[in-house]
Nanobody
Framework: QVQLVESGGGLVQAGGSLTLSCMVS????????MGWYRQAPGEQRELVAG???????NYADSVKGRFTISRDNAKNTVWLQMNSLKPEDTAVYYCYANRLSITIWGQGTQVTVSS
């Protein structure tokens, strides 16, 4: 069974930075895309950033210029560098991996940005 192991969440002040990582238990090339969603209390889950097998990236408008997604194929890991964090970035961040029509989710990691 495929597993996604996330790490790197925590508490940070506004303007600070955090880096999230997501390691997949299989060869990363088995997945056509990976990335991160987030869900704040009372809100729907929203896409934050994604990266496909070719390295093409996409970002939510709200994080463009502040967040950077990257992948390390040798480590089967995707990274999300988050800079200039804002209180509205507070949410549970979920790693995902897409294989054809199937989406696999990580357990989620809490990111809290204090003002």
């Amino acid at each position: 069974q495929v597993q996604l192991v996330e790490s790197g969440g925590g508490l940070v002040q506004a303007g600070g930075s955090l880096t999230l990582s997501c390691m997949v238990s299989e060869n990363i090339f088995n997945f056509n895309a990976m990335g991160w969603y987030r869900q704040a209390p009372g809100e729907q889950r929203e896409l934050v950033a994604g990266i496909n097998v070719g390295g093409r990236t996409n970002y939510a408008d709200s994080v463009k210029g502040r967040f950077t997604i990257s992948r390390d194929n040798a480590k089967n890991t995707v990274w999300l560098q988050m800079n200039s964090l804002k209180p509205e970035d507070t949410a549970v961040y979920y790693c995902y991996a897409n294989r054809l029509s199937i989406t696999i989710w990580g357990q989620g990691t809490q990111v809290t940005v204090s003002s």
